[in-house]
């Protein structure tokens, strides 16, 4: 069964500044790794997802995977107090789209 | 947008009592999902399915049942309630395979 864990558990930033999550998983097999955020009384969104060693950009998010070290990591820039949220990673396991999450980074941007 | 509806969105039930959360999502998507959410676990996965009549056994499934009906609707079944089934529960739905999931807004389950 694949394992998901996520550091640090809570994260505190001052708008403006560049927040960083991470995330390591088991199974170097996996296909992508997504990060999904959740904001108080939602259900999860998905933010991202990567398959590739290597980065990806979308906006003010970047993402890092690294399947030999199986670490991910989120970084958003310019962080905004409308990016307060979990953030929880996400890998693959098995067949049928079966995902295995972590148990999330709470992030919290003060203006 | 993908819309996956939970009802209902809390209940409160006894040790022992009969719980069923509905799920319906209005996409077509073929694989529908049921997370339950505890501070400190993050998302577990209960029972899921790829097609009417289908049932796979999640991660953490004893204790429930699940039941997917048609496409469409995906119900989890809890037949002896006991307090240690005190969650926040989620339903999820996906196309397919390396697809992205769409939630629904939850029920939060209690049971005394």
């Known amino acids: 069964q694949e394992k998901v864990q996520q550091s640090p558990e809570s994260l505190i930033v001052p708008e403006g500044a560049m927040s960083s999550l991470n995330c390591t998983f088991s199974?170097?097999?996996?296909?992508s790794i997504w990060w999904y955020q959740q904001h108080p009384g939602k259900g999860p969104e998905a933010l991202i997802?990567?398959?590739?060693?290597g980065n990806k950009k979308e906006g003010r998010l970047t993402v890092y995977l690294n399947r030999a070290s199986l670490h991910v990591s989120l970084h958003i820039r310019d962080s905004q107090p409308s990016d307060s949220a979990v953030y929880l990673c996400?890998?693959?396991?098995?067949?049928?789209?079966?995902?295995?999450f972590g148990a999330g980074t709470r992030l919290a941007v003060c203006p | 947008e993908a819309a996956v509806t939970q009802s209902p969105r809390n209940k409160v039930t006894v040790t022992g009592g009969n719980v069923t959360l509905s799920c319906r999502q209005t996409?077509?998507?073929?694989?529908m999902y049921w997370y339950r959410q505890d501070t400190g676990h993050g998302l577990r996965l209960i029972h899921y399915?790829?097609?009417?009549?289908?049932?796979q056994i999640g991660d953490v499934p004893d204790g429930y049942k699940a039941t997917r009906t048609t496409q469409e609707d995906f119900f989890l079944l809890l037949e002896l309630a006991s307090p240690s089934q005190t969650s926040l529960y989620f339903c999820?739905?996906?196309?397919?395979?390396?697809?992205?999931?769409?939630f629904g807004a939850g029920t939060r389950l209690s049971v005394l």
């Open positions: 199974n170097s097999a996996s296909q």
């Open positions: 999820a739905s996906s196309a397919g395979s390396q697809n992205t999931l769409y």
């Open positions: 996400a890998a693959p396991s098995g067949s049928f789209n079966k995902l295995t």
């Open positions: 997802s990567i398959f590739s060693n």
């Open positions: 399915s790829y097609g009417a009549g289908n049932l």
């Open positions: 996409n077509s998507h073929n694989y």
